[in-house]
C-alpha cells in the first residue's frame, strides 16, 4: 500500500532540501583553502586586485581568477572595477558576519593590513578632483555613518539623502551646482593606498574644492599630497570627530 505524503510536508522537504543546498555550496566556495585564504585577505578591509590574492592564495594568477569567479558566484565577493582594474572585496556585512563567526571557532588571529604607500601620500592627496587617502575614506564613512550618503540602485553609486544635503549646503558645498555637472554626481570611487572607497564624482569634487577654499588642507608643489593643516584639525576634529 502507498501513502500519499501531505502536501505541506513536501514543500517543507523541498524548502530544507534547496537551503541545505545552497548552505553547502557556499560551504564549499569558502572550505578551499586557497578560497579561504583570499577572503579572509578581504575580511581586512581594503580591496585587493587578483594578482594580490594569488599571491595570498599561493596559486598562479590563472588559477586565483577560477577561484574569484567562483566567490563571486556565490556572492561571496563583489568587484570595483577602476579604470583598467579590478578591485575585489567581501561581498557584505553578512559574509563578513559569517567569516568572522568561523575565524572564532577556529581561534586564530590574523595580521591586519599595512599599506605601502608613502606616509605623505597616504594621510591626503588628490584623486583626479577629489579627495583622497586616509582623510578622504574617513569622511565617507563618517557621511555614511550620519545618513547623508546612501548606496544608490548601482552598486558603487550613491544618493544624497535631504538631510546630507541640508548639511553640506550648511557646511559650503554648492550641492545643487555639483548636480548639475554632466558627470557622475557621487560614487564609490576605490583608495588606492586604504583600499577602502573614498567619495568620487562631482559630490568628491565639490568637498575637495571646498576644503581648499577654507584652508583646511592645502596643494603641495610638485605633488599630488595635500597637507592638512591647523586650521583642517580643528575644524575636521570639530565637525566629524577625526583624529587626525
Known amino acids: 500500500m502507498r501513502f500519499a505524503l501531505p502536501q505541506h510536508f513536501v514543500y517543507r522537504k523541498i524548502m530544507e ?5 545552497a548552505v553547502s555550496r557556499i560551504a564549499s566556495a569558502i572550505g578551499e583553502p586557497a578560497r579561504t585564504r583570499m577572503l579572509y585577505c578581504l575580511m581586512e578591509g581594503p580591496a585587493r586586485t587578483s594578482t594580490e590574492l594569488a599571491i595570498v592564495a599561493e596559486v598562479t594568477p590563472s588559477t586565483a581568477s577560477v577561484h ?27 559574509v563578513a558576519r559569517a567569516l568572522e563567526g568561523l575565524s572564532v571557532l577556529a581561534g586564530r588571529p590574523r595580521a591586519g593590513f599595512v599599506p605601502s604607500t608613502p606616509v605623505h601620500l597616504r594621510a591626503a592627496r588628490s584623486c583626479y578632483d577629489h579627495m583622497a587617502g586616509a582623510i578622504a575614506v574617513s569622511l ?19 544618493d544624497l539623502t535631504s538631510e546630507g544635503a541640508r548639511a553640506l549646503h550648511d557646511l559650503g558645498v554648492d ?14 570611487c576605490l583608495d588606492w593606498s586604504e583600499r577602502r572607497p573614498h567619495v568620487g564624482g562631482a559630490l568628491g569634487a565639490a568637498v575637495l574644492h571646498l576644503a581648499l577654499k577654507k584652508r583646511w588642507v592645502a596643494r603641495e608643489l610638485d605633488s599630488r599630497a595635500l597637507s592638512i593643516t591647523s586650521l583642517g584639525r580643528r575644524e575636521l576634529h570639530a565637525r566629524f570627530a577625526l583624529e587626525i
Open 140 to 158: 565617507h564613512d563618517r557621511f555614511i555613518a550620519a545618513g547623508w550618503l546612501q548606496i544608490a540602485r548601482k552598486s558603487d553609486a550613491y
Open 68 to 94: 574569484l569567479s567562483r566567490l563571486k558566484e556565490d556572492n561571496l565577493v563583489r568587484v570595483f572595477v577602476q579604470g583598467r582594474h579590478r578591485y575585489y572585496s567581501v561581498a557584505s556585512p553578512a
Open 17 to 21: 532540501f534547496n537551503v541545505d543546498a
Open 175 to 188: 550641492v545643487d551646482a555639483a548636480r548639475a555637472q554632466r558627470r557622475r554626481f557621487a560614487f564609490a
